[in-house]
Each structure stands twice: as C-alpha cells, then as structure tokens.
C-alpha cells in the first residue's frame, strides 16, 4: 500500500465527463489498496476569465481582491470531483486551502506556502476518505485572507500537499503524457524524456516549460518529492523527475523551452552613476515583482539605455512604479514592449560543454531572427526575440541540437 497525491490540471477537469474519468482514474488507485489525497485545479479556461474580470476592471487592482476571485474556480471543481467520486461510490470530501490549513505569506497572486498541516488530510486517508483538495490557493493567517500561488499553482499544492503528508508519489496529471524535450504542441518531434534530472526541469520550468510550475519542482527537489508527470487520457508511463545521478546518458542540451509571458521595458537616458540600478529595481522587488533579464548600454553622455524584461501580467504595476519614481531615477522615458519572446535552451552538460551559446545563435541567424537580450545561467542560455519567431525558433533550436525525434510524438489533444 502506498500513499499518493495525484493532482489533475485544468484540461482533465474540462467538463463533467472528464471529472467523470478523473473520478475512475482516483477509485482504481483506491481500489487497489492506497490511500489517496487528490489536487484539482479550475476547469479549463475558468481561471483565465476571472483573471481577465479583474484586469478589465482596473489593471491595478487590489491583489487581494484578485486572490478573493481567483481562487473560486478550484472551489467549483472540488465540489464536483466529490460528488463525482460519491457518486461511483468512493468516500470523498472536498477541501479548501483554510480548510486544510494551507498557510502562506501574502504575497497575494503569487503567494508562498509557509506551511501544511497534514494531519486531518492523513487522518481521514487513514479512514479510506479522499480529500479533494483546491489547488492554487491558500490562506494568509496574519489577516486571515485567500491567497492564490500564482499561475500553474496547483502543482505546487499537490507537491506541497504530498510533502506534508509523506506521500510516497506526486502524480501530476495532464494533457500531455509526460515532460519532452520541448512543448510538444510546437515541435511534434519532440521526444518524451523518461527520467529529467530536478535541476535540468526546475530550470525548464522557469523558463516557460509549463507542464510544471517552477515553484512545484523546487520544492519537490527541497522536500525530495517523488514527481511524476503523465496523461489523464492515456494509460502509459509519464515522465520521473529524478536526482541527477539516477540519469545515466545525459545529453549536452536536455530540452528547450519558450515564454511568451514576458514584456522587455527599457528606461531611456539613465544617469549613469552608482545606485540607480538599486533605485529602479528596489521598488520593484519590494512590489513583488519579478525582474529577469537585464542589460545596460553606455551612452557617450553619461546616461545609459537599461532594458530589463516582467511577466506581461506585471506590466501595468512596473509601469506604475517607473511612473511614481520617475523623479528619483530621472530617466527621460519608459519604452514597453510585450511583443516580445523568451527562448532557452536548458542542460546540464552546460557546465563541461563549450559552443552551446554559438549553435544557439547561428541557428537563430540562419531563420533570420534577430535577438534583443542574451542571458545565461550554469546550465541555461536565454534570448529575446520578437514574439512572432517563437515556434520558428524553437523548432530551429531543436533541430540544432539534436533533439528531433524520428516520428512525430503521439499524444492526446487536450
Ligand atoms: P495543466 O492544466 O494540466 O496544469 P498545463 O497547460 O499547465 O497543464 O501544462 C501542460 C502543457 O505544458 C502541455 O499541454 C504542453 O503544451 C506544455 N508544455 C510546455 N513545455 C512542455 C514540455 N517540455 N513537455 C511537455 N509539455 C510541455
Ligand atoms: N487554475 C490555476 C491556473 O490556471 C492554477 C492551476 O491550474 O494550476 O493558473
Ligand atoms: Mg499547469
């Protein structure tokens, strides 16, 4: 008998026929013998809408409103997923994140978790009940309020969820029946990789990879969580994300992955002297926000061109920050793009292999696509392109390194 999460995504709850097959799915584990706790996200397409409510009503909306409406569209699907279970005769209970507790800091829309109390969850495990638990969210004691974990947060619940009950798996269900080499939707050669190091896909996944949630894979490799990724609509083996040394061939380059969620801003005419760097990016880490690749120009007049990129989402709070300081760093003007697109190539043979940056941008040259910003990391090479080269990038970069598989990958439209 073993203990297990299994967590379904967005697509494998899209209707009720599929809560319906993810109710089959949980009773056979139950059936032969596990104790079961179950992670659910929003129906397909629902946290979208709800996000989108709050951004047309003010794009600078009160974080904590948000959390208040985000977090509904998990809530609808655990009431259903019970019933559901109920329904084929599994004892089931749905769970909010208060419920549980699922503590975290309030960092609202992309909240921490702090802590789990597992022990009502392996109490009623113990009973034969399935907790259906809501992914993506949580609760901030100090003010007592929802918080949500940010977007593909419900992997990081499950992970969470199965840390603080000592499961002995995370099962991650999804559309796709395991981690490739890069989305497989854009390059259908794309190769199924059995084994993926936890370095290699926490690097994958905050790069854009997002089959799963970067948060999720950091703190299963912390908490040594057992991840597996595989198909709600198919019955085969998914993907292990496993230690480094239980992978025996390990290519240079492991896999590729884009984002299409990211704005490049440039501050034109920067002073250039110590401490603006502090002042602009300051603010910005004390609002939350994510700041990723940054360059600097030298201009010949002692000011300098400062481009950086922010999730797209964050957009309209940098500008408002860029807006508010503006006298203090005295830049002469914000230039916004979210046209824009991040490419990375990701391995852990980075570190022993040189020329993976030079294949990048020759292969990059070759279609004619032109790079704004480089970034690099141990085992990461980044660009940013134009976001309309994206598939044709990725398609290139894995040709370029070998990736392609023989014959298109199948797989299962979600
Ligand atoms: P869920 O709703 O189940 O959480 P997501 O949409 O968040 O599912 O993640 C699954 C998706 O991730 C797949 O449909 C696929 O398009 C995308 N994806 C991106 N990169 C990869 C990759 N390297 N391997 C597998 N899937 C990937
Ligand atoms: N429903 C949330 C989202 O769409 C969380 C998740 O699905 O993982 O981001
Ligand atoms: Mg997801």
Redesign the pocket.
Known sequence: MARIVMKF??TSVADLDRIRNVAARVKREVEAGHQVAVVV??MAG???QLVKWCQDLSPLHDAREYDVV?AT??QVTIGLLAIALQTIGVDARSWQGWQIPILTDDAHGKARVESIDGRLLVERMAQGQVPVIA??QGVEPVRNRIT??????????AVAVAAAVKADRCDIYTDVDGVYTTDPRIVPRARKLERISYEEMLELASVGAKVL?TRSVELAMKAGVRVQVLSSFEDKPGSLVVDEDEIVEQPIVSGIAYSRDEAKVTLRRVPDKPGIAAMVFGPMAAANLNVDMIVQNLGADGTTDMTFTVGRADLPRARDILDRNRDAIGYEAVVADPEVAKISVVGIGMRTHAGVASTMFRALAEKGINIQVISTSEIKVSVLIPVDYTELAVRALHTAYGLDGPEPARRTEG
Do not use: C
């Not at 977007?151 to 990081?156: I, P, T």
């Open positions: 995504g967005g996200s929003a629902v946290t979208n985000v569209g998990e992914g993506f949500t974990l940010g977007r593909g947060g419900s992997d990081l619940s949630q």
